[in-house]
């Protein structure tokens, strides 16, 4: 049984995360845990999807903690020392939901997944009727939004009548980042800040498109700065004063650098993933650092390898999903936001940019049914270095080619929807993605 992609288990409410879903792996993270967190966006599903996670949870013997509508960020701040579910689909349609389960402040792992995935398919019945946990109700958010203010308290420069706009799309955000960029001094307009899980403001993943009145609203302003979220708080997106979205990986070059040149360990690690920037890896170098790269979605386990081997994580992400280990183990789009905000205050944001070379970076995503992504990446992983047959291959994490010009490609199945992606960076980058993305149609025919 294959239940979870790389960002827990997501699909449709009708077929896919149903409620009998839910109590399945509700009481899976139940057993044999004291208690369990459970939260959720504001999609119109979270509420009886997690009262079933809830009733999966209690039947399980373990004792719940609700604490509602919240970002996926303090829901796993709240998880901090014991386990944790977050109702979320992220950045999917409105139809859509997801479980994501948490442990101790962070996503579950792979071993982790497998067992919930061997309870659900065991179909494991109720504990003894006197061993059901009991519930009681909470909310993490003041706690939660203290301790983010006090840890980008410690990043650039004051944020005394910065003038911030925050495109919360209908999300979990509206909850987190206005106030506590507003605690810290900013001026912050805040758009589309009503929690709505039919997100009629716009939709939920934050793109150039979708974010088309934060960037009208940007440039029409005095804003220093723009900030996008998803529908729940873990994504970020960057607009600057011109209402330009930022390139996710100049963003996250940016952060990296400044985490490795704070970092007093001998050897400063940004863990990120295989189709991120070279930018990244000149910017940490820069700053005496090194980047590990590990497969997307899988943040968590190349944060603990590296700990394991005596290594130092001054930082980790991927693209638009950053993770702050001072701060916590979870992907945190809140933080993020606050400490970019506080470094615009300090640097601006064009000297921010300035030493970030910035090649032409393209990602193509190439339709592709979700039972024919094997066999089109077995295709893709014999063809596609037999037409760039200069470059070198690794394919521990899809197929990345590395070509000796410098400019790199990679393509990879998406873990959570219908997809092949395609990721270019390279000074004809539009042929190059051309000339890749028609292999990969082939591939997919071919299946």
């Known amino acids: 049984m294959d239940l979870f992609g790389t960002a827990g288990i997501r699909g449709s409410v009708e077929t896919d995360v149903t409620p009998?879903?839910?109590?399945?792996?509700?009481?899976?993270?139940?057993?044999?845990?004291?208690?369990?967190?459970?939260g959720r966006d504001g999609r119109t599903?979270?509420?009886?999807?997690?009262?079933?996670?809830?009733?999966?949870?209690?039947?399980g013997g373990a004792s719940v903690r609700r604490v509602g509508v919240v970002p996926t960020p303090a829901l796993a701040f709240a998880s901090r020392g014991r386990r944790g579910v977050m109702l979320t689909a992220s950045h999917n349609p409105p139809e859509d939901n997801g479980i994501k389960p948490f442990v101790d402040g962070v996503e579950y792992d792979g071993a982790a997944e497998r067992t919930v995935e061997r309870r659900v398919e065991a179909g494991d019945g109720?504990?003894?009727?006197?061993?059901?946990?009991?519930?009681?109700?909470?909310?993490?958010?003041?706690?939660y939004r203290e301790a983010v203010a006090d840890y980008a308290r410690g990043f650039g420069g004051a944020l005394d009548g910065l003038r911030?706009?925050?495109?919360?799309?209908?999300?979990?955000?509206?909850?987190?980042?206005?106030?506590?960029?507003?605690?810290l001094g900013a001026r912050v307009a805040a758009l589309h800040a009503n929690v709505d899980g039919h997100f009629p403001g716009r939709g939920s993943k934050p793109t150039p498109d979708s974010l088309s009145d934060l960037r009208r609203f940007v440039a029409?302003?005095?804003?220093?700065?723009?900030?996008?979220?998803?529908?729940d708080a873990d994504r970020i997106v960057i607009v600057d004063g011109s209402g330009e979205v930022v390139h996710e990986d100049t963003?996250?070059?940016?952060?990296?650098?400044?985490?490795?040149?704070?970092?007093?360990?001998?050897?400063?690690?940004?863990?990120?993933?295989?189709?991120?920037?070279?930018?990244?890896?000149?910017?940490?170098?820069?700053?005496?650092?090194?980047?590990?790269?590990?497969?997307?979605?899988?943040?968590?386990?190349g944060i603990a390898d590296v700990r394991e081997s005596g290594g130092t994580v001054a930082f980790a992400a991927e693209p638009w999903k950053h993770v702050h280990p001072d701060f916590g183990g979870w992907i945190d789009g809140v933080v993020s936001a606050v400490v970019i905000a506080r470094l615009v205050a300090a640097e601006g944001l064009p000297g921010l940019r300035a030493p970030v070379t910035e090649r032409p970076y393209r990602k193509v995503s190439v339709p592709c049914p979700d039972d024919?992504?094997?066999?089109?990446?077995?295709?893709?992983?014999?063809?596609?270095?037999?037409?760039?047959?200069?470059?070198?291959?690794?394919?521990?994490?899809?197929?990345?080619?590395?070509?000796?010009?410098g400019s790199w490609l990679l393509v990879r199945p998406s873990g959570t929807e219908p997809y092949v992606r395609l990721y270019v960076e390279s000074e004809d980058v539009g042929d190059l993605a051309a000339e890749a993305r028609a292999v990969i149609e082939r591939a997919i025919e071919a299946t």
């Not at 509420?47 to 009733?55: K, P």
């Not at 909850?175 to 960029?181: N, R, S």
């Not at 992504?373 to 590395?402: C, N, Q, Y």
């Open 20 to 38: 009998e879903l839910a109590v399945a792996v509700g009481r899976a993270v139940g057993r044999g845990a004291e208690e369990v967190v459970v």
């Open 45 to 59: 599903t979270g509420a009886g999807l997690a009262a079933a996670v809830e009733a999966g949870a209690l039947s």
């Open 126 to 143: 109720p504990v003894a009727w006197d061993a059901w946990g009991d519930r009681r109700e909470s909310s993490p958010l003041p706690d």
């Open 164 to 183: 911030v706009v925050v495109d919360c799309g209908n999300g979990t955000g509206a909850l987190a980042t206005p106030a506590v960029l507003r605690d």
């Open 220 to 231: 029409d302003g005095d804003a220093a700065l723009g900030i996008g979220h998803d529908g």
């Open 251 to 301: 963003v996250l070059a940016v952060v990296a650098e400044r985490y490795v040149r704070a970092s007093d360990a001998a050897d400063p690690v940004v863990v990120t993933t295989p189709n991120a920037s070279a930018r990244i890896d000149e910017r940490v170098d820069a700053a005496g650092g090194r980047v590990e790269r590990v497969a997307l979605g899988a943040l968590h386990e």
């Open 372 to 405: 024919a992504k094997a066999a089109a990446m077995d295709r893709i992983e014999r063809s596609l270095p037999e037409t760039f047959p200069a470059a070198s291959v690794d394919t521990g994490h899809g197929v990345r080619l590395d070509r000796p010009d």
